[in-house]
């Protein structure tokens, strides 16, 4: 998600798995019966209380550990507001989420952090994508009935 000072927002939180909360891109699963660009719209919403238009399609990630395979479809969207809103502990508890902070990075910002303060190698590859400028069309990306 950016903004119109083409800032990108992250998010901080701990993860059952990391030792201390870290950043991430927002990020979200698939409902039932929801077209992926929906799931994107909705993950913002819940993740980050912000509005946003979608802009365009960064790419598909694949990672790979023990026998658990993610393929991760991600859009970069454009916020209406820039105001991020976090759900309390409660509503983020239903969601298995523990997001403590929200904020604005610059590109330069970015280009400073290294690969131990995410999440994920890809969640960091996914912003080092974003911020070299790759991007495509959102028709790029469809989503067909079986």
Not at 1 to 11: E, F, G, H, K, Y
Not at 21 to 42: P, Q
Not at 110 to 136: N, T
């Amino acid at each position: 998600m950016t903004d119109a000072d083409d800032r990108v927002l992250l998010i901080k939180e701990k993860l059952e798995t990391k030792p201390c909360a870290l950043w991430n891109i927002i990020k979200g699963s698939h409902e039932s019966g929801e077209t992926m660009e929906a799931t994107a719209l909705r993950e913002c919403q819940e993740e980050a209380g912000i509005q946003v238009e979608m802009k365009s399609f960064l790419g598909v990630y694949v990672s790979e550990e023990s026998e658990k395979m993610r393929i991760q479809f991600n859009f970069l969207t454009y916020a209406i507001e820039t105001s991020a809103r976090l759900a309390d502990k409660a509503e983020q508890e239903t969601r298995d989420e523990a997001i403590e902070e929200a904020r604005w990075f610059t590109r330069e910002e970015i280009q400073k952090m290294s690969l131990e303060e995410f999440v994920s190698a890809r969640s960091y590859e996914v912003l080092q994508d974003w911020m070299s400028g790759q991007s495509f069309p959102l028709s790029v990306c469809k989503q067909v009935r079986m």
